[in-house]
């Protein structure tokens, strides 16, 4: 399988990369090459095999459901570009 | 005092408690050597204030008695590991200036066994490569060269910085990742031993994540028994990580020296590459022949689906790096690009923010989780992932106890030599390395030898899972009879 223009911009916008016209077919060739380094694990037989979920065989831990943590929201905005009273701020969504 | 950087953890833990010099002394030592190395681009964050403070701190339970397994032995830490209020980047512009308000569980245990911290360690970007040639802060170099040659070599991927700076003497030890081969091939390209245990081993909580089904943290050292002893620290089980197994962690360094008599050694068929360098061969050959005199047996063992491990790895691991950095938005921390409206705030951010390699790797992972591709790509690579593992699984149910391979098929390579044009031909570094990442076991990458050129070549131990104690007792086989290769300084 291999990918068309339309088709890398369609993944760069779910991915939410900007992608510019010019940068097009140079991605379109790197994708390819790595889909066509993958091609070859259809030819494995892979009929009744379970695919992988984990790799150590372990039941799911469940921790208790309890409040643990909190009261920290300095630290939770500390790092974000543009906050105000605790609020993460982004440009207007709702018109 | 200019040699106390040459010693090993062991013997600067001796030191320490001869009170033959203080971990105040050997922190100043490291600082120094760290400040003529700069040309190395090993660290891309000192921390010499927190280095003395924690070396001070050191000393002074050192005194009263009360020093851990570690207390005053200097670590440098990959910069992929959460440190409280240190600058942690993942090597990445998209994390710009993060300073994390908490501390990984990894490198907690190591403060809290006495370590001190000298600063963060360049890796490749959210440790995606295998030259650490895509940092945003540039490449590492090698302290290797080539015999007569004055072409900067890489250290290899994704710690690099952690490989360079052990074999630089800018550290005693280092934290590295490991998640296709970054911490063994580095450590093969830079004549050191790195040793990725059982996934699940290690707690990845605090750990910049890129794929986590494969991603476990692991050190870098000098010699197999400093692994061990770093090693013994770094692992554990941690309620914060739900893939981090609850058993006890044993003591890794008591395996060093133990015998491995009547060991049954796997030799993998399928590892023998057509157009393998013969130097390699040669080194496997030498390697088995080690263990054979220690008193292994050798076995020839068949692991068939070997050659699918390295594509069904460039499906698995996109496909969780695209789901893992969707969390780098410009909203929460890191880079901002501003922008008309929400979409395009985030499409330019991350366009900005993500080097070519991360971002060719996000596009590939959404693609085959994408509708209509997920079962021809994705659930076809977890299906060949159970495939791999079963290959190992049989392999020790005959009695295997581990396997001997190369470590990677060749030595270090120039900066800018490998996959400008294809990026599969930087990928195949891993071929060695990645069949143990999809099965989650543990592998141990042990200098054993020099090619034609002079450079450091390494060889593979794999192991049976949470049997990390085999693998330093084999590791050390290796290195009595191979020797120690330090790094000629030229810097």
Known sequence: MSVDATTVRRIAHLARIAVSDAEVPHLQGELNAMLAFVEQLSEVNVDGVEPMTSVTPMEMKKRADVVNDGEIADDIVRNAPDTTNHFFLVPKVVE | ?491
């Open chain 2, 1 to 491: 005092m200019t040699d106390l950087t040459s010693l090993t953890i062991a013997e600067a833990r001796e030191g320490l408690a001869s009170k033959s010099f203080t971990a105040r002394e050997l922190t100043d030592a490291h600082l120094a050597a760290i400040e003529a190395a700069r040309v190395l681009n090993a660290y891309v964050l000192e921390t010499p204030d927190r280095a003395r403070e924690m070396a001070k701190a050191a000393d002074e339970k050192i005194a009263k008695g009360e020093g851990g397994p570690l207390a005053g032995i200097p670590l440098g830490i990959k910069d992929l590991f959460a440190t409280r209020d240190i600058r942690t980047t993942a090597c990445s512009k998209i994390l710009g200036n993060f300073i994390p308000p908490y501390e990984s569980t990894v490198t907690s245990q190591l403060w809290r066994d006495g370590a001190v911290l000298l600063g963060k360690l360049n890796n490749d970007e959210f440790a995606m490569g295998s030259s650490n040639e895509t940092s945003c802060f540039g490449p590492v170099t090698n302290p290797w060269r080539r015999e007569g040659s004055n072409t900067t070599l890489v250290p290899g991927g994704s710690s690099g910085g952690s490989a360079s700076a052990v074999a630089a003497l800018l550290c005693m030890g280092a934290t590295a990742t490991d998640t296709g081969g970054s911490i063994r091939q580095p450590a093969a390209f830079t004549a050191t031993v790195g040793i990725k245990p059982t996934y699940g081993r290690c707690s990845r909580w605090g750990i910049v994540a890129f794929a986590s089904s494969l991603d476990q943290a692991g050190p870098i050292a000098r010699t197999t028994r400093d692994a061990a002893i770093l090693m013994r620290s770094m692992a554990g089980h941690d309620p914060k990580d739900t893939t981090s197994v609850d058993i006890a962690v044993p003591d890794y360094e008591a395996a060093i020296g133990k015998s491995v008599k009547g060991m049954k050694i796997g030799i993998p068929k399928e590892y023998r590459l057509d157009g393998m360098p013969a130097e390699i061969e040669k080194l496997w050959s030498e390697g088995a022949q080690w263990l054979k005199a220690a008193g292994a047996e050798l076995v020839e063992v068949s692991l068939p689906h070997t050659k699918y491990a390295l594509p069904a790895y460039y499906i698995v691991a996109p496909a969780e790096a695209s789901s893992n950095l969707a969390r780098y938005d410009g909203v929460r921390y890191g880079l901002r690009e501003p922008a008309k409206n929400i979409i395009e705030m985030y499409e330019n951010s991350r366009a900005d923010g993500f080097g070519d390699e991360v971002r060719r790797r996000v596009l590939i992972g959404t693609y085959v989780l994408s509708a209509g591709y997920y079962d021809a790509y994705y659930l076809r690579a977890q299906k060949v992932r159970t495939l791999i593992k079963k290959d190992f699984e049989d392999c020790f149910a005959k009695g295997v106890h581990a396997i001997l391979t190369p470590a990677t098929p060749s030595a270090a390579f120039g900066i800018g030599e490998k996959g400008g044009a294809d990026p599969v031909e930087m990928y195949l570094n891993d071929i060695f390395t990645v069949t143990v990442n999809m099965a989650g076991l543990p592998g141990i990458a042990v200098p054993a030898g020099k090619d034609t050129q002079g450079l450091p070549l390494g060889l593979q131990l794999i192991g049976r899972p949470f049997d990390e104690e085999t693998l330093f007792s084999l590791g050390e086989v290796i290195e009595q009879a191979a020797g120690r290769f330090p790094a000629p300084k030229w810097w």
